[in-house]
Nanobody
Framework: QVQLVESGGGLVQSGGSRRLSCAAS????????RGWYRKVPGKQRELVAT???????NYADSVKGRFTISRDNAKNTVYLQMNSLKPEDTAVYYC???????????????WGQGTQVTVSS
């Protein structure tokens, strides 16, 4: 059983910063990639940032230069540092991890429970 536990959400003023964390626990053999997504009511979930096992990163155009994704392999944790936050960043943020629980088993995607980030103007 794999669990992803997110933390770090909350209320922040426009221009402020917030760091989200997502810790994976359980039976984990290897992690291929990690990512952060966000969802606003009435809109589709959108990709925010991803990081591969090799450390390559990818960002949505709307967050480039403001958000940074990173990981701590020893802690099986992925972070999202969010700076210069804007009201339009308000959303529920979800982490996603692509991993194998055992060697030879196919990789699967797991989702965190989501954490609300609200940016006030």
């Amino acid at each position: 059983q794999v669990q992803l536990v997110e933390s770090g959400g909350g209320l922040v003023q426009s221009g402020g910063s917030r760091r989200l964390s997502c810790a994976a626990s359980g039976t984990i053999f290897s992690i291929n990639a990690r990512g952060w997504y966000r969802k606003v009511p009435g809109k589709q979930r959108e990709l925010v940032a991803t990081i591969t096992s090799g450390g390559s990163t990818n960002y949505a155009d709307s967050v480039k230069g403001r958000f940074t994704i990173s990981r701590d392999n020893a802690k099986n944790t992925v972070y999202l540092q969010m700076n210069s936050l804007k009201p339009e960043d308000t959303a529920v943020y979800y982490c996603n991890v692509n991993l194998r629980v055992l060697p030879g088993r196919p990789a699967q995607r797991y989702w965190g429970q989501g954490t609300q980030v609200t940016v006030s103007s």
